[in-house]
């Protein structure tokens, strides 16, 4: 069973930054391509970016784009979201989630089959 665990997210005003983190269990964290995805109020669960097993391979939303940053460490079974230049329209529940093998973007996910239970990232304007 993998679980994935979410932390790192918290109240921000605009223009500013955090980290999230997303550690994972299970031995074969390093192989697989991991998601991060977030959901407003209201509004369906988006992609916002993905990255490969080795990390030099990664896909942004164009809503992000140029402002996040997602990385991996695979000694610490732990994939990263650095975003900056926060905006008020970023405010959702941010989750992880594990993808497939082999790397492609994949912004649907259905691609996605392991959740975190998310980290609230709000935006104050």
């Known amino acids: 069973q993998v679980q994935l665990v979410e932390s790192g997210g918290g109240l921000v005003q605009a223009g500013g930054s955090l980290r999230l983190s997303c550690a994972a269990s299970g031995r074969t964290f390093s192989i697989y391509t991991m998601g991060w995805f977030r959901q407003a109020p209201g509004k369906e669960r988006e992609f916002v970016a993905d990255?490969?097993?080795?990390?030099?391979?990664?896909y942004y939303a164009d809503s992000v784009k140029g402002r996040f940053t997602i990385s991996r460490d695979n000694a610490k079974n732990t994939v990263y979201l650095q975003m900056n230049s926060l905006r008020p329209e970023d405010t959702a529940v941010y989750y992880c989630?594990?993808?497939?093998?082999?790397?492609?973007?994949?912004?649907?996910?259905?691609?996605?089959?392991?959740w975190g239970q998310g980290t609230q990232v709000t935006v104050s304007s």
């Open positions: 989630a594990r993808g497939p093998r082999v790397y492609s973007p994949y912004d649907d996910r259905v691609a996605y089959d392991y």
């Open positions: 990255i490969n097993w080795s990390g030099a391979r990664t």
